[in-house]
T-cell receptor, first 114, second 117 residues
Framework: DSGVTQTPKHLITATGQRVTLRCSPR?????VYWYQQSLDQGLQFLIQ???????AKGNILERFSAQQFPDLHSELNLSSLELGDSALYFC?????????????FGEGSWLTVV | AQKITQTQPGMFVQEKEAVTLDCTYD???????LFWYKQPSSGEMIFLIY??????QNATEGRYSLNFQKARKSANLVISASQLGDSAMYFC??????????????FGKGTHLIIQP
């Protein structure tokens, strides 16, 4: 158990809908990252937050947004969903924003868009 | 831009043998970190080992060691005495530290390792 908690574990929704994925980082970790894993794109970095502020942005679509709350949990919002958004979405956390040797991943949220 | 290359899409290895999973990377930044993760069929990503670009010694964690050859930009994962439970996808990843900040992890395409009894 990495200590990173993601909910829901599985989600099936229709095209055009909006979903929210939730992440609780490891105790003591201030930085949260979101990644997408799909068959065609592999593992891609989406976005990073540190102590409530956005720190780095990757290949995140405009239809997607994220935030980190004062209690350090984070949410990834996916809207106007398309079939191609079906993927495994990972949250990860680390103690710091830009150094350190451990980035731990949650178990992921499987999103299926039908 | 950073790039991670894993040239072995799949590997079959006999139980108890040592395994080397290849990883080469490309970056022009001097400060970076290299990570290896294991992804079993259940899907979770399990952190295995880390090597910093300025670390003088190769990282080791139990049966895992990282063969870091900086001049060749290579960071191979070595698993000693492989076990059936080592069967999984293995990903090499890199993170660049620059200007007081850091990028997200850049991943390779992975190697599917199957341990045979």
């Amino acid at each position: 158990d990495s200590g990173v908690t993601q909910t829901p574990k599985h989600l099936i929704t229709a095209t055009g809908q909006r979903v929210t994925l939730r992440c609780s980082p490891r105790s003591g970790d201030l930085s949260v990252y979101w990644y997408q894993q799909s068959l065609d794109q592999g593992l891609q970095f989406l976005i990073q937050y540190y102590n409530g502020e956005e720190r780095a942005k990757g290949n995140i679509l405009e239809r997607f947004s994220a935030q980190q709350f004062p209690d350090l949990h984070s949410e990834l919002n996916l809207s106007s969903l398309e079939l191609g958004d079906s993927a495994l979405y990972f949250c990860a956390s680390s103690q710091t924003a830009n150094s350190g040797n451990t980035i731990y991943f949650g178990e992921g949220s499987w999103l299926t868009v039908v | 831009a950073q790039k991670i290359t894993q040239t072995q899409p799949g590997m079959f290895v006999q139980e108890k043998e040592a395994v080397t999973l290849d990883c080469t990377y490309d970056t022009s930044d001097p400060s970076y970190g290299l990570f290896w993760y294991k992804q079993p069929s259940s899907g979770e990503m399990i952190f295995l080992i880390y090597q910093g670009s300025y670390d003088q010694q190769n990282a080791t964690e139990g049966r895992y060691s990282l063969n870091f050859q900086k001049a060749r930009k290579s960071a191979n994962l070595v698993i000693s005495a492989s076990q059936l439970g080592d069967s999984a996808m293995y990903f090499c990843a890199m993170r660049v530290y620059s200007g007081g900040g850091a990028d997200g992890l850049t991943f390779g395409k992975g190697t599917h390792l199957i341990i045979q009894p």
